[in-house]
């Protein structure tokens, strides 16, 4: 099955929904990182307003590298996950350590930073650099399970991937422009707003013979035999369509044209797979990799954030708290809510485990943000 005209849908598709999201009228990568994390699991709307504010508070990935471990998480705080938080200093600390501040381009340097898995580093590589690549989020997988794999139960994201590749188009010669802030912002002709944006939760799954790349690349979108060979539920991809690059065979789709980028093409697919969860049954349940997210009331998960939240309200007025007291507070939350009340070794267990995780500090039985 040649693949042209499910690219042409989705590109089609991609000019009918676009969003003009703040996040996708820059070529920084640190501002598209950020918005990558923050896209996980969080409505697009709250991450419009916390984008802008965060980038208000730390506007470079020196300003976040040099901000205070308590700086970080009040900046943070009603985001939920205060890991990603952590992550975020931490791989920010690395980038100015090691890269002098400039964010490298390869999958392999991306993914070694802490919190950058497989899809966010894809999505810094498509969104700032214009890098193809394997970027396999829920609403790439929504489109995917939609169009190829039909009623089709428990989808593999191993399945998947050669698709997403093959689909993705070759860069171009874009790249050193694109990195620079120059060109089109968002890669799209005639683009217009619509609904909804981004995934709401993160991906898995990466690949592909040139995304390992750790320098700009200028791309050659020649491609020799047009279309991409698929043959949808579980069929698999034919090498013998693929393009050719520098004589090599080429893993990704040839572009349709000029504007038919990895950076359009992702935002493409991205606003149709939110259009069509809102509009079919949503597709991306039927992958493997779909897990229901469990319930956050009264789970471990809360107590943690709680906990966190107190210490920065502590340390903002120059104090810690205690275990008995922290203990108390819990316990006043919990019976306030109708549950039963904490048990002491469980607040001492979720300290020892923040405190191993870099997020606080005891000295002399008071707990302080680290």
Same mark, same amino acid.
Not at 308 to 313: C, G, K, T
């Given at each position: *099955?040649? *693949?042209?005209?499910?690219?042409?849908?989705?590109?089609?598709?991609?000019?009918?929904?676009?969003?003009?999201?703040?996040?996708?009228?820059?070529?920084?990568?640190?501002?598209?990182?950020?918005?990558?994390?923050?896209?996980?699991?969080?409505?697009?709307?709250?991450?419009?307003?916390?984008?802008?504010?965060?980038?208000?508070?730390?506007?470079?990935?020196?300003?976040?590298?040099?901000?205070?471990?308590?700086?970080?998480?009040?900046?943070?705080?009603? *985001?939920?996950?205060?890991?990603?938080?952590?992550?975020?200093?931490?791989?920010?600390?690395?980038?100015?350590?090691?890269?002098?501040?400039?964010?490298?381009?390869?999958?392999?340097?991306?993914?070694?930073?802490?919190?950058?898995?497989?899809?966010?580093?894809?999505?810094?590589?498509?969104?700032?650099?214009?890098?193809?690549?394997?970027?396999?989020?829920?609403?790439?997988?929504?489109?995917? %399970? +939609?169009?190829?794999?039909?009623?089709?139960?428990?989808?593999?994201?191993?399945?998947?991937?050669?698709?997403?590749?093959?689909?993705?188009?070759?860069?171009?010669?874009?790249?050193?422009?694109?990195?620079?802030?120059?060109?089109?912002? +968002?890669?799209?002709?005639?683009?217009?707003?619509?609904?909804?944006? +981004?995934?709401?939760?993160?991906?898995?799954?990466?690949?592909?013979?040139?995304?390992?790349?750790?320098?700009?690349?200028?791309?050659?979108?020649?491609?020799?035999?047009?279309?991409?060979?698929?043959?949808?539920?579980?069929?698999?991809?034919?090498?013998?369509?693929?393009?050719?690059?520098?004589?090599?065979?080429?893993?990704?789709?040839?572009?349709?044209?000029?504007?038919?980028?990895?950076?359009?093409?992702?935002?493409? *697919?991205?606003?149709?797979?939110?259009?069509?969860?809102?509009?079919?049954?949503?597709?991306?349940?039927?992958?493997?990799?779909?897990?229901?997210?469990?319930?956050?009331?009264?789970?471990?998960?809360?107590?943690?954030?709680?906990?966190?939240?107190?210490?920065?309200?502590?340390?903002? +007025?120059?104090?810690?708290?205690?275990?008995?007291? %922290?203990?108390?507070?819990?316990?006043? %939350?919990?019976?306030?809510?109708?549950?039963?009340?904490?048990?002491?070794?469980?607040?001492?267990?979720? %300290?020892?485990?923040?405190?191993?995780?870099?997020?606080?500090?005891?000295?002399?039985?008071?707990?302080?943000?680290?």
């Amino acid at each position: *099955m040649n *693949m042209d005209p499910f690219r042409t849908l989705v590109r089609t598709e991609g000019v009918r929904l676009y969003r003009d999201l703040p996040w996708r009228r820059t070529r920084d990568p640190y501002e598209i990182w950020l918005s990558e994390v923050m896209l996980q699991q969080t409505q697009v709307a709250r991450v419009e307003t916390r984008w802008a504010e965060w980038l208000d508070r730390f506007p470079s990935v020196f300003a976040l590298a040099e901000a205070g471990t308590a700086e970080v998480l009040a900046a943070w705080q009603g *985001m939920g996950y205060n890991r990603r938080a952590l992550a975020l200093k931490a791989a920010a600390e690395e980038v100015v350590r090691t890269y002098d501040g400039v964010f490298p381009t390869g999958v392999k340097e991306l993914t070694a930073l802490p919190g950058i898995g497989p899809a966010t580093a894809q999505g810094i590589r498509s969104f700032a650099f214009d890098l193809p690549g394997v970027y396999l989020e829920t609403n790439v997988r929504t489109v995917l %399970l +939609h169009h190829l794999f039909p009623d089709v139960p428990s989808v593999p994201d191993k399945e998947l991937v050669p698709l997403v590749r093959a689909t993705c188009p070759d860069g171009g010669a874009c790249v050193l422009e694109n990195a620079s802030g120059a060109g089109d912002a +968002h890669g799209l002709m005639g683009a217009s707003s619509g609904n909804d944006a +981004h995934g709401l939760t993160g991906g898995s799954a990466d690949g592909g013979a040139r995304d390992g790349a750790s320098g700009p690349v200028r791309c050659d979108a020649r491609g020799g035999k047009g279309g991409v060979g698929c043959v949808p539920a579980r069929g698999g991809v034919s090498s013998g369509a693929r393009g050719e690059a520098r004589g090599e065979v080429n893993p990704f789709a040839t572009p349709q044209d000029a504007q038919d980028t990895p950076r359009a093409w992702y935002y493409a *697919m991205l606003d149709y797979g939110a259009y069509l969860k809102k509009t079919v049954p949503n597709p991306s349940r039927r992958a493997k990799a779909y897990t229901r997210q469990s319930r956050f009331e009264g789970s471990r998960r809360q107590k943690r954030a709680e906990i966190v939240r107190q210490l920065l309200d502590a340390q903002a +007025h120059g104090e810690g708290r205690d275990l008995a007291s %922290l203990v108390t507070s819990l316990n006043a %939350l919990e019976q306030a809510a109708g549950r039963s009340a904490v048990e002491r070794d469980l607040v001492s267990s979720i %300290l020892e485990d923040l405190a191993r995780e870099g997020f606080c500090r005891e000295q002399g039985g008071v707990w302080r943000i680290a």
